[in-house]
């Protein structure tokens, strides 16, 4: 068993920068992949970026590519996503989320089992 907890939401102007933390408790370590997702408004998860237990892979949607960069500090159990340049389609709910073993290309959240509470991001123009 895996505890997520986010934190470092808020609220954003167009072109600012936001940095999200996710804490990790329990059984933890570089066990797990962790990625983060987002929701908007009555969709489903949306898969932003994804982390290696080593954190040597990343892999990322398109829609943040050059902005987001997901990073982890297994000595802290803490994984980050640096969100620069932010835009108004970026406002969501963010989740970050693990899962077993060290495949960084999955980007579905059923591939996910552990998921913390999520934390609101929300971007003016």
């Known amino acids: 068993q895996v505890q997520l907890v986010e934190s470092g939401g808020g609220l954003a102007q167009a072109g600012d920068s936001l940095r999200l933390s996710c804490a990790a408790s329990?059984?933890?370590?570089?066990?797990?992949?962790m990625g983060w997702f987002r929701r908007f408004s009555g969709k489903e998860h949306e898969f932003v970026a994804a982390?290696?237990?080593?954190?040597?892979?990343?892999y990322y949607t398109d829609s943040v590519k050059g902005r987001f960069t997901i990073s982890r500090d297994n000595d802290k159990n803490t994984v980050y996503l640096q969100m620069n340049s932010l835009k108004p389609e970026d406002t969501a709910v963010y989740y970050c989320?693990?899962?077993?073993?060290?495949?960084?290309?999955?980007?579905?959240?059923?591939?996910?089992?552990?998921w913390g509470q999520g934390t609101q991001v929300t971007v003016s123009s």
């Open positions: 329990g059984r933890t370590g570089s066990t797990y992949t």
């Open positions: 982390i290696s237990r080593s954190g040597t892979s990343t």
């Open positions: 989320a693990a899962r077993p073993g060290d495949y960084v290309r999955a980007w579905w959240a059923g591939g996910y089992d552990y």
